[in-house]
């Protein structure tokens, strides 16, 4: 990969699983394979959608290289790193490397919190490990660390850091690093319901959660965006709006999972600490979902 070809749709694509927990890969495959057909530019296994802090090592890189296979070259296969040391991100870089990905997305350390001199090395020292094209992964809302426009003007020098996920769900940060940093990084939005107003003030790219269980609309979504079709764009984010806003919950994965079992492209099965919905909680998501689903556009 190369700093072109970060843009358009990299949607972080579900990891599936069986009632038992166990991986079900034929089932991710599928799920891939709605993404690619429905035109998406990449995609990104191993995200947060993808549960990739609750799965085992040998369990994340048979993830990767089953992503490699399926993908076939048709489009770049992006892995998130999720590491609670920097060992542990090396190690885990360097065999997607012999897989076959195509590049990463890098959070900055799970469970820790680190000050800005921390998160800096943090982000140098996995980028000295691999000659690929990364992705910074920048959330404060759910990892507690937050890169600002002025750290990434001091990140430029890093020759392998191509785009940024910005979802700091402050739509103000797309102008403060473009007017900061110019053209350097490609920026995404990593936001669903913030995608049109992302657009509008001018993203290469979007990571979406909540379009992988209806990829045909969201691709056009994209599209419509990028030709400036604004009326139409704007209709049609009207009806996948609450659907998108699934993705802003702190059960974000088993809210998605449901609505992808809804949509005929996985099953709700999550691993654990995480649980499936239950009662009440999940009568309301199935309404949010099912009543959208019934305007859905032809």
């Not at 992503?67 to 920097?86: D, I, K, L, Q």
């Not at 800096?120 to 990892?143: C, D, E, I």
């Not at 009326?231 to 809210?255: G, N």
Request: glycine share 6%.
């Amino acid at each position: 990969m190369n700093p072109s070809t970060w843009s358009g749709v990299f949607p972080a694509v579900l990891t599936q699983l069986h009632q038992d927990q166990s991986l079900d890969l034929d089932a991710s495959a599928r799920h891939w394979q709605a993404q690619i057909d429905a035109g998406v530019s990449g995609l990104i296994v191993c995200g947060s959608l993808g549960e990739n802090q609750c799965l085992q090592p040998d369990e994340k890189r048979a993830v990767v290289k089953h992503a490699v296979e399926v993908a076939a070259g048709r489009v770049p296969v992006v892995s998130g790193v999720a590491e609670m040391n920097t060992q542990a991100a090396v190690s885990y870089m360097r065999d997607c490397e012999k897989l076959g990905a195509s590049g990463f997305m890098i959070m900055p350390p799970m469970v820790y919190k680190s000050d800005p001199r921390e998160t800096q090395h943090w982000f140098r020292a996995l980028a000295k490990a691999t000659p690929l094209s990364w992705m910074l992964y920048n959330n404060p809302v759910g990892y507690n660390t937050d890169v600002t426009p002025e750290m990434f003007v001091e990140l430029a020098d890093i020759p392998n850091l191509h785009a940024i996920k910005e979802s700091s769900s402050n739509t103000r940060r797309i102008t403060e690093l473009r007017n900061q940093t110019g053209d350097r990084y490609r920026i995404f939005t990593g936001v669903d319901d913030l995608f049109l107003e992302s657009a509008i003030l001018g993203i290469d790219g979007w990571v979406c959660g909540s379009g992988i269980a209806f990829p045909k609309e969201n691709q056009q979504l994209w599209d419509l965006a990028k030709a400036g079709k604004w009326d139409e764009c704007r209709a049609l984010y009207r009806w996948s709006q609450p659907l998108m806003k699934l993705d802003t919950h702190i059960h974000f994965v088993q809210y998605i999972k449901l609505l992808c079992q809804e949509t005929g492209l996985g099953a709700e099965w999550v691993r654990e600490p995480r649980l499936t919905l239950a009662g009440a909680e999940r009568e309301q998501v199935l309404k949010i979902i099912r009543d959208a689903l019934a305007k859905r556009p032809a």
